[in-house]
């Protein structure tokens, strides 16, 4: 699951989202609590709605949300030798567009995949 912070970023920017069965977001169950949640079968999509916080969409729907905007991306696995830090590389760029490729290395897919689509939204060629 993205980050919070990650989520609420492709909130602001203006990633839609209509509730679906399995769908992972994050809401506020009281003023100081933020929980991951999962929409389930069932649940009413405006009672979701009202209290999201932000969208956190599963990795084949960034990727997906990535190819819909007319990019391409590649993903990769990286250990890093210092403690055998695990990372994850996804490169994202224009389709059919030249110098556009950009690299974004995190510690899960997810997030690799939100930074791409993040930068897509708010700075890409789109």
Same mark, same amino acid.
């Given at each position: 699951?993205?980050?919070?912070e990650t989520a609420k970023k492709l909130k602001d920017v203006g990633?839609?989202?209509?509730?679906?069965?399995?769908?992972?977001?994050?809401?506020?169950?009281?003023?100081?609590?933020?929980?991951?949640?999962?929409?389930?079968?069932?649940?009413?999509?405006?009672?979701?709605?009202?209290s999201c916080i932000a969208f956190a969409p599963s990795l084949s $729907?960034? +990727?997906?949300? *990535?190819? @819909?905007? !007319?990019?391409?991306?590649?993903?990769?696995?990286?250990?890093?030798?210092?403690?055998?830090?695990?990372?994850?590389?996804?490169?994202?760029?224009?389709?059919?567009?030249?110098?556009?490729?950009?690299?974004?290395?995190?510690?899960?897919?997810?997030?690799?995949?939100? $930074?791409? +689509?993040?930068? *897509?939204? @708010?700075? !890409?060629?789109?």
């Amino acid at each position: 699951m993205i980050s919070l912070e990650t989520a609420k970023k492709l909130k602001d920017v203006g990633l839609k989202w209509e509730p679906a069965e399995g769908d992972s977001y994050y809401f506020e169950k009281t003023l100081e609590h933020i929980y991951p949640g999962t929409f389930f079968y069932g649940a009413s999509s405006e009672m979701v709605k009202m209290s999201c916080i932000a969208f956190a969409p599963s990795l084949s $729907q960034l +990727l997906a949300e *990535i190819e @819909k905007r !007319g990019y391409w991306w590649d993903i990769g696995h990286r250990i890093v030798e210092v403690g055998k830090i695990h990372k994850y590389k996804i490169w994202a760029s224009k389709k059919h567009a030249n110098n556009t490729n950009q690299e974004f290395i995190t510690n899960s897919p997810e997030e690799s995949a939100a $930074q791409a +689509l993040l930068w *897509i939204l @708010k700075e !890409g060629c789109n």
